[in-house]
């Protein structure tokens, strides 16, 4: 992933800000999602199990844009021919990236957890947090979570999924 040395822009010697760390790596975790997808990975292996970190990091937000915008890919890009990767691929990009699972660390923002539960589905989604990696050095995170998950209006079989239903399954624990 990305450090403070990767600049934000080409003209620049580092990132500023912290940019790097606050949407440089979401935007690589969409990158590395985008790469799995156009790879062919769940046409090769439809029962991969990946999870991914905060709820498909770019990936939810920008369901209306990846949709239309994969479905001609190579009509901007002149120098590249895609039409048999379109081909190739047995759905619509876009359709790919619900095959991921993901996990809850977004810092206790709601709105976002709300998105990506409707994106992926309660039965993709995993409890997590940031934690260490807020200002209570992991308290805050790990509350923020939960507070989230409790004021969700699910239903208590979905909420138990995410919480440990989904990890369960997926690690083949009892």
């Known amino acids: 992933s990305r450090g403070a040395d990767f600049a934000d822009y080409k003209s620049e010697s ?8 606050v949407l440089g790596w979401p935007y690589e975790s969409s990158v590395a999602m ?8 769940f046409d ?3 029962d991969i199990k990946i999870i991914t970190h905060h709820l498909g990091a770019m990936i939810p937000y920008f369901e209306g844009r990846l949709g239309p915008g994969w479905d001609q890919l190579g009509s901007r890009t002149s120098d590249e ?6 081909k190739k691929l047995k759905k619509r990009p876009v359709d790919y990236f ?5 996990d809850t660390a977004l810092g206790g923002a709601r709105d976002a957890t709300l998105l990506g539960l409707k994106f992926f ?3 993709r989604v995993l409890f997590a947090t940031d934690a ?11 509350r923020w979570g939960i507070e989230v998950m409790e004021s969700l209006d699910i239903t208590p079989a979905e909420r138990q999924a995410i919480y440990e239903g989904n990890a369960r399954r997926l690690l083949k624990l009892k």
């Open 14 to 21: 580092k990132s500023l800000y912290e940019i790097w760390q």
């Open 34 to 41: 985008s790469r799995l997808v156009f790879a062919g990975l």
């Open 98 to 102: 619900r095959m991921f699972y993901a």
């Open 121 to 123: 589905g309660a039965e």
């Open 132 to 142: 260490p990696f807020d200002p209570e050095k992991g308290s805050a995170f790990i």
């Open 44 to 46: 090769r292996h439809p």
């Open 81 to 86: 021919d895609y039409s048999l990767l379109l």
